[in-house]
C-alpha cells in the first residue's frame, strides 16, 4: 500500500509537469483570476485523469477498445474547447487584468467556470487511456504492487494528489508574481498562449477530421 501511494504521487506530479493545454490555462488563469480560479482548472483535469487511470487500471483492454471507437469524436470535441480557450485569451483586455477583478467573484463562482473547463478538456483526451495503460503495463511488469481493488484505490487517488500538488505550485507561483508584470505584459502573455492553443485546438481538429474520414472510407470500401 505504501508503494502505490508513493508511485502514486510521484507519477501524478510528475506526468502533469508538461506544458499542454491545461497547463497553459492554469498559467493564465492565475494571471488574470489568481490562484483559486487557476487551481480549480487543474483540478478539473486532475479528475478527469483520474477517471481515465480508473478504466485503464480495471479494465483496460475493454475501455481501449471503446476509446478507440469514439477517439476522433473527442478529440473534435476537444480541438474546439481548446480553441474556444485560445480565442478567448486572445481577446483578453490589458485593463481588465487587475487584482481588483479577480475578488469579485468568489470561491464557488470560480469552481462553476474553472473546474468543468479542465475537467472536460481532460475527458476529451482519450490518450490519457492508453498513457494510464502504459503505466499499469510498467506497475505489473516490474511487480511494483500487486493492483489489486485497493491498492488501485489508493494509487488513483495518490496519483490525484500528486497532480494536485503540481497545479496549486503554479497556481500559487504565478498568481503571486502577478504584480511584477504590467497590464500589457499580461495581456502579451495571454495572446501569446492564446496563439498556442489556437494551434493545439485546429491540429486536434484537423487530425480528427482525417481520422474520421479515413474510417468512413474503410466502412464504405
Known amino acids: ?92 483586455d490589458h485593463t481588465h487584468l487587475t487584482p481588483k477583478e479577480k475578488k469579485t467573484e468568489s470561491k464557488l463562482s470560480h469552481f462553476r467556470k474553472a473546474f468543468p473547463v479542465g475537467f472536460f478538456m481532460a475527458m476529451s483526451n482519450p490518450g490519457l487511456l492508453i498513457l494510464w495503460g502504459i503505466v499499469y503495463t510498467l506497475i505489473v511488469s516490474n511487480h511494483l504492487f500487486n493492483p489489486s481493488g485497493l491498492e488501485i484505490l489508493i494509487f488513483v487517488i495518490s496519483g490525484g494528489i500528486g497532480s494536485s500538488c503540481w497545479f496549486a505550485l503554479v497556481a500559487l507561483q504565478v498568481s503571486k508574481s502577478h504584480h511584477m508584470f504590467n497590464p500589457k505584459t499580461l495581456q502579451l502573455i495571454a495572446r501569446i498562449s492564446g496563439f498556442i492553443l489556437m494551434g493545439f485546438g485546429l491540429f486536434l481538429c484537423g487530425r480528427s477530421f482525417m481520422d474520421l474520414q479515413t474510417e468512413w472510407f474503410k466502412k464504405w470500401s
Open 1 to 92: 500500500m505504501i508503494m502505490a501511494c508513493l508511485l502514486g504521487i510521484l507519477i501524478g506530479f510528475f506526468l502533469s509537469i508538461p506544458i499542454g493545454p491545461i497547463n497553459l490555462m492554469v498559467i493564465n488563469e492565475a494571471f488574470r483570476k489568481g490562484f483559486w480560479r487557476a487551481f480549480l482548472v487543474g483540478i478539473g483535469g486532475v479528475a478527469g485523469d483520474m477517471l481515465y487511470c480508473t478504466m485503464a487500471f480495471l479494465g483496460f483492454s475493454s475501455f481501449a477498445d471503446k476509446a478507440n471507437e469514439i477517439a476522433p469524436f473527442l478529440k473534435v470535441v476537444s480541438g474546439f474547447l481548446i480553441l474556444g480557450c485560445g480565442i478567448r485569451y486572445l481577446k483578453v
